[in-house]
């Protein structure tokens, strides 16, 4: 992708989509696979994984990605205000079932997932203590994210627990879901399926031709699936399959 620094796109008319440049970031590549499947542009800045990001926070007072940024309206950082704009400025079938119940167990499970203090949230606190306590230590002073997250060898052994419980009760959900549908909510596909494709690679990656990706990522999450092996295969294979059947779902950083 070609990145517009956000020096430069402030100014810039339309929609504004702040992303992690240069590798396969869930938040950021779900945010894309969202606004794509609904045909809306958007003009895509450059943000760095677990940097300061100082004129980017200047702009939007945000440090991380996603942020997307329509004309003069307030910047939208949380993964409900970017769908509920793509619903509204995109096309074709929503991405949220019409079923008031449906709706709401989708939403619901997808903040379990990623939302904060959900999967993810415990997934990256894990993460983060990958490389033991002196790396940690170490490593802490330059990456914000151990502050952002609340690290500690404490918090490191509470996260796997919350990882593996929500991850338990994802897959009983979607074990269920499946044995009759091709998709994780109803008869076609939402926002949830996309949401699932993209942070799976957390639990398993894809291949290095689906998706490449830089070494130490791959390994990281190689790392805190082994921690957490909780996924089931039901899970895998549908996300595999949403991926052969949905062409418009960008797999490119």
């Given at each position: 992708?070609?990145?517009?620094?956000?020096?430069?796109?402030e100014?810039?008319?339309?929609?504004?989509?702040?992303l992690?440049?240069?590798?396969?970031?869930?938040?950021?590549?779900?945010?894309?696979?969202?606004?794509?499947?609904?045909?809306?542009?958007?003009?895509?800045?450059?943000?760095?994984?677990?940097?300061?990001?100082e004129t980017?926070?200047?702009?939007?007072?945000?440090?991380?990605?996603?942020?997307?940024?329509?004309?003069?309206?307030a910047?939208?950082?949380?993964?409900?205000?970017?769908?509920?704009?793509?619903?509204?400025?995109?096309?074709?079938?929503?991405?949220?079932?019409?079923?008031?119940?449906?709706?709401?167990?989708?939403?619901?499970?997808?903040?379990?997932?990623?939302?904060?203090?959900?999967?993810?949230?415990?997934?990256?606190?894990?993460?983060?203590?990958?490389?033991?306590?002196?790396?940690?230590?170490?490593?802490?002073?330059?990456?914000?994210?151990?502050?952002?997250?609340?690290?500690?060898?404490?918090?490191?052994?509470?996260?796997?627990?919350?990882?593996?419980?929500?991850?338990?009760?994802?897959s009983?959900?979607?074990?269920?879901?499946?044995?009759?549908?091709?998709?994780?909510?109803?008869?076609?596909?939402?926002?949830?399926?996309?949401?699932?494709?993209?942070?799976?690679?957390?639990?398993?990656?894809?291949?290095?031709?689906?998706c490449?990706?830089?070494?130490?990522?791959?390994?990281?999450?190689?790392?805190?699936?082994?921690?957490?092996?909780?996924?089931?295969?039901?899970?895998?294979?549908?996300?595999?399959?949403?991926?052969?059947?949905?062409?418009?779902?960008?797999?490119?950083?």
């Amino acid at each position: 992708m070609e990145y517009v620094e956000p020096e430069h796109a402030e100014n810039l008319p339309g929609l504004r989509l702040a992303l992690t440049a240069g590798m396969p970031a869930p938040y950021s590549m779900s945010a894309r696979g969202i606004l794509d499947i609904k045909g809306v542009r958007y003009t895509p800045v450059a943000q760095v994984g677990a940097g300061a990001n100082e004129t980017l926070v200047m702009w939007t007072k945000h440090r991380n990605a996603p942020i997307a940024l329509y004309e003069d309206e307030a910047p939208r950082a949380g993964w409900l205000e970017i769908l509920l704009l793509a619903e509204r400025l995109g096309s074709g079938d929503s991405l949220l079932p019409a079923d008031q119940g449906l709706r709401m167990q989708m939403i619901g499970w997808i903040h379990e997932l990623i939302g904060e203090g959900g999967w993810v949230w415990h997934m990256r606190i894990l993460m983060l203590g990958l490389g033991g306590p002196e790396h940690a230590a170490a490593a802490s002073s330059k990456n914000p994210m151990f502050k952002q997250y609340g690290y500690s060898e404490e918090e490191q052994a509470k996260a796997r627990l919350s990882a593996i419980r929500c991850m338990e009760g994802f897959s009983a959900f979607a074990k269920a879901q499946l044995a009759s549908s091709a998709y994780l909510i109803g008869d076609k596909l939402s926002a949830l399926d996309i949401y699932w494709l993209y942070f799976s690679q957390i639990m398993q990656t894809l291949s290095e031709d689906a998706c490449p990706m830089p070494g130490m990522l791959r390994k990281s999450y190689d790392l805190a699936s082994a921690a957490c092996g909780v996924v089931i295969p039901e899970l895998i294979e549908q996300r595999d399959w949403v991926l052969a059947n949905h062409p418009r779902l960008p797999m490119s950083f």
